[in-house]
């Protein structure tokens, strides 16, 4: 074990031995094992945005099976996918890839401004599943905000004391926020804060803004001049509202864009500090080769000079 990862362990100290073993294992998987950066394949988009607009673009996807098979052969850190998927899955791939089993989730189908994930797998779901690490979502900004988080507080202390790694997906949004506040950088960071708090080791969130959203944080941003005008500092900022800096906090993708946009997002995380990337639209909707080739850059972005 080299010191980067015994220092980034060391922020885990209260947990089991075999959740320390679980976060040690996404660590170290994959051609960016050892680093201490990650990147991860998810793949909930069929259940939160619909099959066509999630596969049509590339209907390989379709099926559950080209997704870990693109996670495996890019080397990538782990992959995280909703309880259908990964029974699909499982029994080949669990020894192959560390698997984050997602346990709650939303639809577009019920369209409320105030959205409530919806619990769909549990801890020992994951166990017999062979996965390494249980994923849920919140919605901070949500008025149904008490409801997700004593439901993900108690269902994380129970997945941790089965000995698997806590992921948070934290996505601001409800009726409390304007569509920009979302992604502010004020509320990016809170977001992050939060999941921390609820007892996350890995945070994902979405890459800020520039936009503040709430007064009372404009003021403070603007007196102790914390710098936000790059995406660089603006996840510097938010790695820092996780504990400074000693929870991994990752950055999810987002929609589908450009080539030389991912690769200049990728390279803004990789300069702000970022633990690495959650991406999926913007690779599994893409041809397999072309995904492979562009997943290859991005590794080799966060391995530059490290």
Not at 74 to 85: E, K
Not at 187 to 216: C, D, M, R, S
Request: with cysteine; net charge neutral.
């Amino acid at each position: 074990m080299n010191d980067r990862i015994r220092e980034i362990l060391s922020w885990y100290s209260s947990e089991s031995p075999g959740t320390i073993r679980n976060i040690y294992n996404i660590l170290m998987h994959g051609k960016l094992g050892g680093t201490g950066k990650m990147v991860i394949l998810p793949v909930d988009q069929g259940f939160e945005h619909g099959p066509a607009r999630s596969f049509a673009p590339n209907p390989a996807g379709y099926d559950p099976e080209y997704h870990v098979r693109l996670a495996v052969d890019a080397g990538l850190n782990a992959h995280a996918a909703p309880p259908g998927s990964i029974e699909m899955i499982a029994r080949e791939y669990a020894g192959r890839i560390p698997l984050i089993l997602k346990a709650n989730s939303h639809d577009v189908l019920e369209t409320s401004p105030d959205p409530v994930p919806a619990m769909t797998a549990s801890a020992d779901d994951a166990i017999r599943l062979g996965c390494a690490a249980i994923g849920y979502t919140i919605y901070p900004g949500s008025s149904h905000f008490k409801v997700m988080y004593e439901e993900v507080k108690k269902s994380a202390a129970e997945a941790r004391e089965k000995g698997l790694a806590v992921v948070i997906w934290s996505y601001p949004r409800g009726s409390g926020l304007s569509k920009a506040g979302e992604t502010a950088i004020d509320v990016v960071a809170y977001a992050a804060q939060i999941a921390a708090q609820l007892g996350a080791h890995l945070i994902k969130v979405k890459p800020p803004t520039g936009h503040i959203e709430l007064e009372e944080a404009a003021k403070v941003y603007e007196k102790y001049g914390i710098p936000i005008s790059t995406l660089a500092d603006r996840i510097k900022h938010v790695v820092q509202s996780a504990f400074d800096g000693k929870r991994i906090v990752i950055f999810s993708g987002g929609p589908a864009k450009a080539r030389e946009d991912v690769m200049e997002e990728i390279r803004q995380l990789k300069k702000g500090g970022a633990f690495g990337s959650i991406i999926g639209r913007n690779t599994f909707q893409r041809p397999r080769e072309e995904a492979l080739d562009l997943l290859k850059e991005i590794l080799d972005i966060y391995l530059e000079n490290r």
